[in-house]
């Protein structure tokens, strides 16, 4: 049985709000960084050993509680000075996500296309960060 999204999404909130982290697949959660801004992710998947998150590159003053997940953007190699790299895949370890505090912010849709780098790093036989 398939659990629908919303339900998935307020129990993420109610488990962040208890000071607990859930993770789930499609969820945008924030992290904070050295220069103390924070930046959003998504987890794409979840396996036993690892979580495939999708890093954007937009900065925030504090932990976004709110955020429409179109504005969300990926700069590469030609970033502009002090512009977070983001990344469409990385497949970080269980162990070194926990490190991150990410915070859960709400659930969206994963798309078929963000799933290229996944796909790729399966194909692979690819390891974690």
Not at 27 to 55: A, C, F, M, W
Not at 85 to 91: K, N, S
Not at 104 to 113: E, G, L, M, S, Y
Request: aromatic share 12%; net charge neutral.
């Amino acid at each position: 049985m398939k659990i629908p999204t919303f339900i998935l999404g307020w129990f993420c909130l109610i488990s962040s709000a208890l000071g607990q982290t859930s993770l789930v697949e499609g969820g945008l959660y924030s992290t904070r960084q050295e220069n103390g801004s924070y930046s959003v992710l998504k987890i794409l998947k979840l396996d036993p050993d690892g979580v495939h998150v999708r890093l954007y590159s937009n900065q925030f003053p504090s932990h976004p509680s709110q955020l429409d997940e179109k504005s969300l953007y990926i700069a590469g190699m030609n970033r502009k000075p002090n512009e977070s790299l983001g990344m469409g895949h990385a497949p970080i370890s269980r162990r070194s996500f926990s490190s991150w505090g990410a915070r859960f912010i709400k659930v969206v849709p994963v798309t078929a296309d963000e799933f290229e780098g996944y796909n790729m790093w399966k194909e692979a036989e690819g390891g974690y960060f």
